[in-house]
């Protein structure tokens, strides 16, 4: 869909002469033509879609469309037949909650950020050769035959399901338009999904005291009736495409342990219609009031949004002989794309392209946090463009930072120093005074190559032995080794110019001067092509200067592959130095709403296991996971208040980890669970750790707005004396600021932490 078109229309992109590059942005014209080829090699390359109803920051950008982009840049500059298809996912309740809350139309909600994320992607030189939407009626008719090829299959189940509905909206309301008194620790504001003071998941219909978030009136208890994909009778055909594929192709070591914990259980059926009005209608007698939940619709985006590009769509996702399937996206979406969306598609019986390779990526954080539009933290797309810094640059240092086998995390600081020390003087540098040489002594003819000496041979030796390494990174989109790779072969130009002093021999031997500022410009000629997939507006600048056509990566580099007396035009530096003050101003201008230090580093942590201490009768000893293979020994003093260690097993806690590591009666301990604590009326003391909703152990907790504080180790005394307590909602605070977890849930709420037992007004221990 074009950055400028806010219609339901199809759209498609037009190519460039160049291979490595497509335009970024969709026209309204169908039937552009790139189709398998018989014969050859033939791939489809999707990134997961963005949701349409928010701003994506450097985070999500990495973690799908940059990092599928620069493998459809190297496979398209490999020779390979590619189609980049990607869009925006707009339908469900998330939608309409938004346009709720800007004043606008679900359909206004969709034109306004499919435009801003169109014009992101843009800037990012993103090479789609589509972007997409999925409110297109090609989605609503490919969602409705595939749902009617999964009914004549018997692989859907009716079941009727009890639902809240809302007499002064006329509507069963979803979970979010929800909101009502928790039954389990009677926080007023629950959510209908999740309480934020205690944890406890929900359905609507637990909630007392329900209300409507439109209206505020009280809703009813209604009997509902929805289809549910039928997974357990699908779950073997499942279990063969996962084995058959992860076996054959390239899957990412986090896809295939995320997928295993899905199959090696029963799956359930799984409810595939909503009660809501934005979405693709469910093509059945008696829904004729429901749509398609957004989880089964949305990975059929990829397909429609396809057929918006071409009438001839099946081609591509039809024809699992003659094409490979690649897709990226962050961890998260990795059981929509390995289990359901081939469930759904195996269940029609019709023989779809299924997934062949996934590349998934961790979280990327943001200096000591999380990035936060609320608060204003942490870099998004709409924000990049304004510092100035050109996209080659962001695009390195995301790339060069890909959280591939774990989190990573943007600092200002070391965005700062690649630029420096990696692109000006590295990259730059060779490039310029490489091109530099050529004008300045050489009339700005590239100079023949004479004879070669031994230095030269052993230059373009290992100019090859990095390529080839280069070749097997890229082609098991090992992104990150590419890159680093790809350095490593300026690295080694670099060393070449500087070991054979071309600037002593062009007055002394001007032929053997030439020869090797001809193999060093060759080598420009190389690195425009292998840098291409990763910086395209560095290649394009470069390509200029040099005066050169684009061309494919090669297998071996092999001069001269400019003819001699090439003519190089106009050469100029490409990147700039980021002065200091200039990377502080940037930190400070992105650091949102920043309150100070939090003088305690918290960790987020998970009881493994809980035992009696053999020698004092009120203690426990725990092991607690803190994430990465670490574990701590806990001592703490928590068995009179949790008499049944199995409440503790399995507990998401938080951790002092910055403590003096003590003995309890000889048990060490390496860190302190905190709890709240609340004298009741009787005097008796009511105690209850602090909990996290996020299960994922070594997650940092911060207040809201500040950062860390790096100080010496704390005694327990010491650390009774911080402004730590729990507010009379359970929330624990810091200056009556709510302590949080690093990392949002999924729904995208922030995981504070809750006092268990029910505490209250009380102090943090």
Not at 162 to 189: I, M
Not at 568 to 574: D, Q
Not at 743 to 764: E, M, Q
């Amino acid at each position: 869909m074009s950055e400028t078109n806010n219609n339901n229309a199809e759209g498609s992109s037009s190519s460039s002469s160049n291979p490595g590059c497509r335009a970024g942005k969709a026209s309204n014209s169908r039937g552009q033509g790139i189709l398998p080829k018989e014969g050859e090699r033939n791939v489809l390359i999707t990134s997961a879609l963005p949701y349409v109803n928010n701003v994506p920051h450097l985070g999500n950008i990495i973690g799908s469309v940059l990092s599928a982009d620069v493998y459809a840049r190297y496979s398209r500059l490999r020779g390979v037949n590619t189609l980049f298809v990607c869009g925006t996912d707009e339908y469900g309740t998330a939608t309409e909650t938004k346009a709720l809350q800007e004043g606008l139309t679900p359909k206004q909600i969709c034109d306004k950020y499919n435009r801003i994320h169109a014009q992101i992607y843009d800037w990012f030189n993103i090479s789609f050769d589509i972007f997409g939407r999925t409110s297109t009626p090609q989605q609503s008719d490919i969602c409705q035959d595939i749902f009617k090829r999964l009914h004549d299959n018997d692989q859907l189940v009716e079941q009727t399901i009890e639902q809240l509905y809302c007499d002064g909206c006329k509507k069963f309301l979803a979970d979010r338009f929800v909101e009502g008194t928790c039954p389990s620790c009677s926080y007023e504001d629950a959510r209908g999904d999740q309480c934020d003071r205690c944890g406890k998941l929900l359905n609507p219909v637990e909630l007392k005291d329900p209300r409507c978030k439109v209206c505020s009136s009280t809703p009813t208890v209604k009997p509902t009736t929805h289809m549910f994909l039928d997974l357990r009778k699908l779950q073997p055909k499942i279990e063969d495409f996962v084995k058959e594929s992860s076996h054959k192709g390239l899957w990412s070591s986090n896809a295939i342990q995320i997928t295993g914990k899905w199959i090696n259980e029963t799956l359930e059926p799984r409810c595939i219609t909503r009660d809501l009005q934005w979405g693709v209608k469910v093509p059945l007698p008696g829904y004729e009031s429901k749509v398609f939940y957004v989880w089964f619709d949305a990975p059929i985006g990829y397909i429609s949004i396809t057929a918006n590009y071409t009438p001839e769509w099946e081609k591509w996702w039809k024809n699992p002989n003659n094409v490979e399937l690649f897709q990226f996206m962050g961890k998260d979406n990795v059981p929509f794309h390995t289990v359901i969306f081939p469930a759904c598609l195996i269940g029609t019986g019709v023989r779809h392209t299924l997934l062949n390779h996934i590349s998934t990526t961790e979280y990327l954080n943001y200096e000591d946090g999380k990035f936060s539009k609320s608060r204003g933290t942490g870099v998004f797309g709409d924000g990049v463009r304004d510092t100035g810094i050109p996209p080659e640059v962001w695009r390195y240092y995301l790339l060069a930072n890909r959280p591939e086998q774990s989190d990573s995390i943007f600092s200002w600081e070391d965005f700062g120093q690649k630029n420096n020390a990696e692109l000006l003087s590295c990259l730059g540098n060779y490039v310029n005074r490489s091109l530099k040489f050529v004008v300045d002594r050489f009339d700005s003819k590239v100079p023949p190559i004479g004879k070669l000496h031994d230095i030269d041979n052993k230059f373009i030796e290992d100019v090859n032995k990095d390529l080839t390494a280069y070749l097997a990174a890229m082609d098991k989109i090992s992104e990150k080794e590419g890159l680093h790779i790809a350095m490593g072969i300026v690295q080694i130009g670099n060393k070449y110019i500087q070991d054979t002093k071309p600037w002593e021999l062009v007055t002394e031997d001007k032929e053997r001067c030439g020869t090797i500022v001809s193999l060093s410009v060759n080598l420009v000629h190389l690195i425009i092509a292998i840098f291409e997939p990763f910086l395209p507006s560095f290649s394009d600048k470069v390509r200029d200067q040099l005066k050169s056509e684009p061309h494919q990566i090669p297998s071996q580099f092999k001069p001269p592959t400019l003819a001699p007396h090439h003519e190089v035009g106009e050469v100029n530096p490409i990147f700039e130095r980021l002065e200091k003050d200039r990377i502080e101003a940037f930190k400070e201008k992105f650091a949102g709403d920043k309150k100070g230090k939090f003088p305690a580093e918290l960790k987020t942590g998970k009881i493994l296991s809980v035992a009696p201490h053999p020698d004092a009768e009120h203690l426990y000893i725990l092991q607690v996971s803190m994430g990465k293979d670490k574990r701590y020994q806990i001592v703490s003093g928590l068995r009179e208040f949790y008499p049944d260690s199995a409440e503790l097993v399995d507990k998401n806690v938080v951790v002092l980890v910055n403590i003096k590591q003590s003995k309890f009666k000889g048990a060490l301990s390496q860190g302190m669970i905190l709890t709240g604590e609340q004298a009741s009326a009787d005097g008796k003391l009511r105690v209850g750790v602090l909990s996290a909703k996020n299960p994922e152990p070594g997650l940092n907790v911060l207040p809201s707005g500040y950062s860390y504080e790096k100080l010496p180790k704390y005694d327990t005394k010491k650390f009774a004396q911080l402004d730590l307590v729990v507010d009379e909602q359970g929330f624990a605070t810091f200056k009556n600021t709510r302590l949080e977890v690093e990392r949002n849930l999924p729904d995208g709420s922030r995981d504070y932490l809750i006092a268990d037992h029910g505490v209250v007004s009380g102090k943090v221990k």
